[in-house]
């Protein structure tokens, strides 16, 4: 007897590179029996916020070479020559000196993934699957409809539409909590055009992650000119109408980002994710938790000890508490910026060598392996994971691009950017009549500064569950708060005490932490207060699943996060 597969209608909300991912995969499946339907608010598939005018202006550049982008139809070597020579001449590619190497400006970058998307349509209508791309479409609500087991997404506040599964795939989102109101006030450097004026003052950028680099990149043109001296070494100069202009950072520890360099794994050991088997294993041995530090040992210990076993010999006796140590009391030692050039020249040797540093390359594909099992990682485990290890992994993985570091150092040898250490008890008041004030403490006591302008820079907030703005998920208790439970209940408790109503206790009398996001299972699925999971409804928009997600990594992230995915919902 022959068992038809029903078919099945697919909602991708968001048109960005995470839906991107997800419709190769669907394209790619074998089934013709699916209907896609994708909704996106802009009007053009691909770029998403980060590679269009949204995120991007011209003076912004990737931070992964050709080689480290997940393979999706071209490869970006073999499509530069396919682009217009206008183009080509606009951002000053040759495209025979191009090569899989070379990172590329984040506005053709977008071009790209946008022809990708095209390719992948092409493939989708040869393979019978009909595609409905809905441009300039806002969702603004989701829904489970329990009884008829379909999902009704509402656009434009208004219309709604049913379907079997729905991926929400909805991006980056950047609340706005005082912009527009306060004058000088900005929460966040997107979209960048929002950021070409001139400012004859000093300027306060909170952060010095990639997101405040494309601040600096886009203020420092506006008030400046960037040329090269003879020896071919960046030189700033501020305009004649803007001498009094600077940009303060202010950065926790008063570290700056490291640099690109090469990775001899261009896709960061995706061979050494722990297997579901592995997780399992391990987590009957340790009261259902998977420990932090197995993970530590399995996916950087032991890759360093492969690739460079000097090194190893000096860190294989340390906990995570001791390595972070011991990177991070180097890098305050030194001056951020005499070291942003050291590590200029380091990874330019690295990437001309085609030469990896291996401890850094290892701190990638230990983020990259721990993202995905970190949703059975003890409540304990994360906070130490966050208080510890996070601020490096930050750092030392951000992969500067080489041209945005020789920027910087230009314009702080010239005298108009320089960084400032805070710590966690640093505030911004934003006030009344315009601009903030900085408070801080650091060895010369306490600090109050004024600025007519600030820049919120720390990059892509995790979102709390009340934030979700899908309240159809919320009221129906499709969705639920994400937590961790804590393994040593005493220790639950104290942090409870330190921290209040992030600590919680359950009907079992467990102490639990409450972090940002909502709850997940392994294929993304939504995850309800009971811990059913939905069927229907899969969430990959990274500001709403932080909580278990605490490094997702770009498009890295949305590669993998597809095929988890796809698997399920077409099984």
């Known amino acids: 007897m022959t068992r038809h597969t029903p078919h099945l209608k697919i909602a991708i909300l968001g048109g960005g590179p995470s839906a991107l991912f997800i419709y190769k995969r669907l394209v790619e499946s074998g ?17 998403g916020m980060p590679y269009s005018a949204d995120g991007a202006n011209d003076e912004h550049i990737t931070n992964v070479s050709g080689n480290e982008i997940p393979d999706i139809v071209t490869l970006v070597a073999e499509w ?3 682009v217009p020579k206008d183009t080509l001449d606009k ?3 040759d495209p025979k000196q191009f090569n899989e190497y070379k990172t590329l ?26 595609t409905n791309v809905h441009f300039n479409c806002t969702v603004t609500d989701v829904a489970d409809n329990t009884a008829n087991e379909k999902v009704t997404v509402t656009l434009n506040g208004d219309s709604g539409a049913e379907f079997d599964r729905v991926i929400i795939c909805t991006g980056h989102l950047w609340p706005k909590k005082h912009e527009g109101k306060i004058e000088g006030y900005y929460d966040s450097p997107y979209p960048p055009s929002k950021l070409t004026f001139k400012a004859n003052h000093p300027v306060a950028v909170r952060g010095s992650s990639l997101t405040a680099i494309d601040a600096i990149r886009t203020l420092g043109r506006y008030n400046g000119t960037f040329n090269k001296d003879e020896r071919g070494k960046v030189v700033y100069k501020v305009k004649a109408d803007s001498p009094d202009f600077k940009i303060q950072m202010h950065s926790r520890n008063g570290l700056l980002p490291a640099l690109r360099f090469h990775l001899e794994d261009s896709h960061l050991g995706k061979d050494t994710i722990l297997t579901a088997d592995e ?8 009261d259902g938790f998977l420990p932090l530090d197995y993970v530590f040992d399995k996916n950087f210990k032991a890759g360093v000890q492969q690739n460079d076993p000097a090194y190893y010999e000096e860190i294989k006796d340390l906990s995570i508490e001791g390595f972070v140590g011991k990177v991070m009391e180097l890098r305050e030692r030194v001056d951020a910026f005499k070291l942003l050039a050291a590590e200029y020249t380091e990874a330019d040797r690295s990437i001309k060598r085609r030469e990896s540093i291996y401890w850094k390359e290892m701190l990638g594909v230990l983020s990259f392996a721990m993202n995905y099992p970190a949703k059975y990682f003890s409540a304990e485990d994360m906070l130490r994971l966050k208080r510890e290890l996070m601020p490096l992994i930050s750092v030392v993985i951000a992969y500067v691009p080489q041209s945005s570091a020789a920027e910087m150092l230009a314009m702080h040898q010239a005298g108009h950017l320089d960084i400032v250490s805070v710590g966690d008890d640093s505030k911004v008041e934003a006030l009344d009549t315009g601009g903030i004030i900085y408070h801080y403490t650091d060895e010369q006591g306490e600090h109050h500064e004024h600025y007519q302008t600030f820049v919120d820079c720390i990059g892509q907030p995790h979102l709390s569950f009340d934030e979700l703005p899908f309240k159809g998920l919320v009221d129906g208790k499709t969705v639920s708060r994400a937590k961790l439970y804590f393994r040593d209940q005493q220790q639950g408790k104290q942090e409870q005490e330190k921290q209040g109503d992030q600590v919680g206790v359950d009907r079992d009398g467990r102490y639990y932490l409450t972090v940002p996001g909502i709850t997940i299972n ?3 699925q939504a995850v309800d207060e009971y811990n059913a999971l939905n069927e229907r409804i899969y969430v990959m928009a990274v500001p709403f699943i932080g909580g278990y997600n605490p490094d997702y990594s770009g498009l890295d992230f949305g590669e993998a996060a597809s095929v988890a995915i796809v698997k399920t919902l077409l099984a």
């Open 91 to 93: 951002f000053r590619i």
């Open 31 to 47: 089934r013709s029996n699916i209907e896609i339907d994708i909704f996106e608010k802009g009007g053009r598939l691909g770029a």
């Open 279 to 286: 997780i399992a294993a391990v987590r009957a041995e340790n």
């Open 105 to 130: 400006p984040r506005l053709l970058f977008g071009q790209y993934l946008g022809d990708q998307f095209k390719l992948l349509q092409q493939q989708a209508k040869e393979a019978g699957i009909v």
């Open 522 to 524: 392994d294929s993304f």
């Open 80 to 82: 530069i020559c396919t």
